[in-house]
């Protein structure tokens, strides 16, 4: 009798837990701080495909955000925020204009440097999508590079990665897994989704899990180690730096994740603050239920709070209570409730 085929290994992004588990929703908004608001609309709606929707805010309502959000002092705030509204699943990027003397926290796009380093998008054909994201003036970091990746049994998956620099040192990347589900839902006309995940540098990946498992009551997915290529892998650290790499979901979904990587000994201080009083990667943003209980649980694990729940108006519309943690490098993430939302 012919020997049975052993089963394909289980694709370790996918879910097994239960969306019901979830303290948080699926990351919601990307917060990007540009000082050149015009290169930035040309590489996420240009390039990448996304529908911008410009939002302006002033005097007092203006006054609560920038407190709130720690933003360079302004009495009008010019917010664009860009989405995909036929891909509701896919993450927005809100894009705030502020002086371009602003400081970066993290110049020359250095992945030694810790917060916000990347904006991943889930894409099918690569290679077409480089050119497009070239001609519209964008240089890629290290070329469409294939990789593989372990799975619990050992085996690997093939993935094909691109990095491209954008405004602010801000990195965008596409991502094609190939045969297997990918990292969010594609439009099959253009070949690209919106926002699946973003990514971030950090100085310590143990000190991180209070915050995302006990107060976002995320699970992480998967976690292993890898060494990079230096700047020809578009990090721009040392041949040979490693990284704990680790992926983070809210129980239940296959998108809207957190990519957390800990580059160990070549890890750096941030030349300036984080957050939105400088330029890149500046903030996440999840919703709650009740951002009082996300504060509770904030406190019992010891998770620093930088503004207690304040109503806000929120750029895109529509008002909401806001609780802004962080990290313990510093890195703002905004928790939010809808107005009318269960207490």
């Given at each position: 009798m012919a020997n049975a085929q052993a089963a394909e290994p289980r694709d370790p992004m996918e879910p097994a837990s239960d969306?019901?588990?979830?303290?948080?929703?699926?990351?919601?908004?990307?917060t990007v701080t540009t000082g050149d608001p015009t290169a930035m609309r040309r590489?996420?709606?240009?390039?990448?495909g996304l529908t911008p929707s410009l939002h302006t805010l002033t005097g007092p309502e203006a006054a609560a955000v920038v407190t709130h959000w720690g933003l360079p002092p302004s009495d009008r705030l010019e917010i664009t925020t860009f989405s995909r509204p036929d891909l509701p699943e896919a993450a927005s990027v809100r894009v705030i204009a502020v002086p371009p003397s602003t400081p970066s926290s993290r110049?020359?796009?250095?992945?030694?440097?810790?917060?916000?380093?990347?904006?991943?998008?889930?894409?099918?054909?690569l290679q077409a999508r480089e050119r497009i994201i070239e001609a519209y003036g964008f240089r890629s970091a290290a070329g469409v590079m294939a990789m593989q990746f372990p799975r619990a049994d050992g085996s690997l998956y093939k993935v094909e990665e691109g990095i491209y620099e954008g405004p602010d040192d801000v990195l965008l990347l596409g991502v094609?897994?190939?045969?297997?589900?990918?990292?969010?839902?594609?439009?099959?006309?253009?070949?690209i989704g919106?926002?699946?995940?973003?990514?971030?540098?950090?100085?310590?990946?143990?000190?991180?899990?209070?915050?995302?498992?006990?107060?976002?009551?995320?699970?992480?997915?998967?976690?292993?180690?890898?060494?990079?290529?230096?700047?020809?892998?578009?990090?721009?650290?040392?041949?040979?730096?490693?990284f704990r790499f680790q992926q983070w979901f809210a129980p239940g979904a296959s998108t809207g994740y957190l990519v957390v990587m800990d580059p160990r000994d070549a890890f750096q201080p941030a030349p300036a603050s984080l957050g939105p009083a400088s330029r890149g990667i500046t903030m996440w943003t999840f919703e709650v239920p009740g951002v009082d209980e996300a504060l509770a649980r904030a406190e019992r694990a010891g998770v620093t709070v930088l503004r207690r729940p304040a109503a806000i108006l929120r750029p895109e519309g529509g008002h909401v209570r806001s609780l802004v943690l962080a990290t313990p490098?510093?890195?703002p993430i905004e928790l939010i409730e809808r107005a009318g939302a269960a207490r």
């Amino acid at each position: 009798m012919a020997n049975a085929q052993a089963a394909e290994p289980r694709d370790p992004m996918e879910p097994a837990s239960d969306p019901a588990a979830a303290y948080a929703s699926p990351l919601g908004i990307v917060t990007v701080t540009t000082g050149d608001p015009t290169a930035m609309r040309r590489l996420l709606q240009g390039a990448f495909g996304l529908t911008p929707s410009l939002h302006t805010l002033t005097g007092p309502e203006a006054a609560a955000v920038v407190t709130h959000w720690g933003l360079p002092p302004s009495d009008r705030l010019e917010i664009t925020t860009f989405s995909r509204p036929d891909l509701p699943e896919a993450a927005s990027v809100r894009v705030i204009a502020v002086p371009p003397s602003t400081p970066s926290s993290r110049p020359g796009y250095g992945a030694a440097y810790p917060g916000g380093l990347g904006i991943g998008f889930p894409v099918a054909g690569l290679q077409a999508r480089e050119r497009i994201i070239e001609a519209y003036g964008f240089r890629s970091a290290a070329g469409v590079m294939a990789m593989q990746f372990p799975r619990a049994d050992g085996s690997l998956y093939k993935v094909e990665e691109g990095i491209y620099e954008g405004p602010d040192d801000v990195l965008l990347l596409g991502v094609d897994r190939q045969e297997l589900r990918a990292i969010g839902p594609i439009d099959p006309a253009l070949g690209i989704g919106g926002p699946a995940y973003s990514s971030m540098i950090v100085g310590d990946a143990d000190a991180i899990v209070p915050l995302l498992q006990d107060v976002l009551g995320y699970e992480r997915r998967r976690e292993f180690v890898f060494e990079s290529r230096g700047p020809a892998g578009g990090l721009q650290v040392p041949p040979g730096t490693e990284f704990r790499f680790q992926q983070w979901f809210a129980p239940g979904a296959s998108t809207g994740y957190l990519v957390v990587m800990d580059p160990r000994d070549a890890f750096q201080p941030a030349p300036a603050s984080l957050g939105p009083a400088s330029r890149g990667i500046t903030m996440w943003t999840f919703e709650v239920p009740g951002v009082d209980e996300a504060l509770a649980r904030a406190e019992r694990a010891g998770v620093t709070v930088l503004r207690r729940p304040a109503a806000i108006l929120r750029p895109e519309g529509g008002h909401v209570r806001s609780l802004v943690l962080a990290t313990p490098d510093g890195f703002p993430i905004e928790l939010i409730e809808r107005a009318g939302a269960a207490r």
